[in-house]
């Protein structure tokens, strides 16, 4: 008898531990974001330009980093990637590399290179606090991350969920 209570109590817990651990309904995936509105988080990046040019001129104390994100041409593709901005003059930036660009231009971490401004994809100032200012393809990005994902960009990134919901 006593075997026949544990075996049915045993098949109890499984049923209700099967039913409770159910398959998690699955994620409505979140589309990538289209050509256009990459191409007007680029136009926009290009229309406030200014402001990190004036960054650059003056900076805040607030400011933790100013970036520029940079297009590299290889014979058939091409890379987009963060620098750290240092001078503008007629035209062009004179940029540092944050990291390596694994095309063929041989661009180096810490490697000065001068980006003309139609190579400019994006630019981001991020504040001590958070704030974010500018990085419109960030912000368009974040919009495109499952909650999940926005939580943990959040988290490696330190950013505020707000400035990255801001419109600019």
């Given at each position: ?138 912000k368009l990005a974040y919009l495109h991350m499952t909650p999940e994902e926005q939580k943990e960009f959040i988290r490696v990134t330190g950013y505020t969920i707000e400035s990255l919901l801001k419109k600019d």
């Amino acid at each position: 008898m006593h075997k026949v209570l544990q075996l049915t109590f045993f098949l109890l817990v499984c049923v209700v531990l099967i039913t409770s651990c159910g398959l998690a309904a699955p994620e409505t995936p979140i589309p990538p974001a289209t050509d256009e509105e990459f191409n007007a988080a680029v136009d926009q990046a290009h229309s406030t330009l200014n402001i990190v040019r004036q960054a650059l001129l003056a900076p805040e104390p607030s400011y933790a980093f100013v970036g520029l994100k940079i297009r590299v041409y290889g014979e058939a593709e091409y890379e987009d990637i963060w620098t750290e901005p240092l001078d503008y003059y007629d035209g062009a930036f004179t940029t540092q590399m944050v990291e390596g660009v694994a095309l063929t231009q041989g661009f180096h971490p810490e490697q000065f290179v001068r980006i003309p401004v139609e190579n400019v994809i994006d630019w981001m100032i991020m504040e001590d606090d958070g704030t974010l200012i500018g990085g419109y393809t960030i912000k368009l990005a974040y919009l495109h991350m499952t909650p999940e994902e926005q939580k943990e960009f959040i988290r490696v990134t330190g950013y505020t969920i707000e400035s990255l919901l801001k419109k600019d």
